[in-house]
């Protein structure tokens, strides 16, 4: 089945403790990226993807790292977690990051729930 | 910059009613133009999309036409059910080498029996 995981699903920890929110997809997509979703905010991308090795930030990258070492996994890094980052965290991959046609289209994990205490 | 504005929610209606969540866009150029769904917890769905003016995107009963003149993308369904509920979100993508989507802040749909 052709789908998106993120593990853990919720999360509860402490200001400053390293955390690590991990992304697979199995549907050999080149263009992966992260959101956050907080009440009244919407999404908001976080880093994107284009392919191995490519990276860059979105619209709110501060505090957060990424990597991408392998096509299908694409982790999400909070080095020193703060309260400010508990949020509903969201990983979505396409299959590249070409607009105008169906490989444009992105499908999203089923979410993990972040509280930073 | 590129925004997305979404009426407020929660829109609340019962089943069988006529079904529309308003959805302007600030962008430049010819965006393509999305709604998602999201389902009690759950993570987003495409619902449909439009790459281009006049064009109308549909699925599940669910449709939206691209209106350059008005910058608009409407969702409309004729007759909404129970299972209809959740929080719908517009969203576009400008082209060019921009890859960075725009969400709207999501509208919440509730649908009564």
């Known amino acids: 089945e052709a789908q998106v995981t993120q593990n853990p699903r919720y999360l509860i920890t402490v200001t400053g403790k390293k955390l690590t929110v991990t992304c697979s997809q199995n549907?050999?997509?080149?263009?992966m990226s992260w959101y956050r979703q907080d009440p009244g905010l919407g999404l908001r991308q976080i880093y994107y993807?284009?392919?191995?090795?490519?990276?860059d930030k979105g619209d709110v990258p501060e505090g957060y790292k990424v990597s991408r070492k392998e096509k299908r996994n694409f982790p999400l890094i909070l080095e020193s977690p703060s309260p400010n980052q508990t949020s509903l965290y969201f990983c979505?991959?396409?299959?590249?990051?070409?607009?105008?046609?169906?490989?444009?289209?992105?499908?999203f994990g089923p979410g993990t729930r972040l509280l930073v205490l | 910059g590129n925004s997305v504005t979404q009426m407020e929610g929660p829109v609340t209606l019962s089943e069988e009613a006529f079904l529309t969540i308003n959805c302007t866009y600030t962008a430049t150029g010819y965006p393509s133009l999305f709604w998602y769904v999201q389902y009690p917890g759950e993570g987003l769905q495409l619902l449909l999309k439009a790459t281009k003016a006049d064009d109308k995107g549909s699925n599940k009963g669910f449709e939206a036409t691209y209106r350059k003149e008005t910058t608009s993308f409407h969702l409309e369904k004729g007759s909404v059910q129970v299972s209809d509920s959740a929080v719908y979100f517009c969203a576009l993508r400008r082209g060019g080498g921009s890859y960075i989507p725009t969400f709207g802040r999501g509208t919440s749909l509730i649908v009564h029996p």
């Open positions: 993807s284009m392919n191995v090795e490519v990276t």
């Open positions: 549907m050999n997509h080149e263009y």
């Open positions: 979505a991959s396409s299959l590249s990051s070409l607009a105008g046609g169906p490989q444009e289209t992105q499908y």
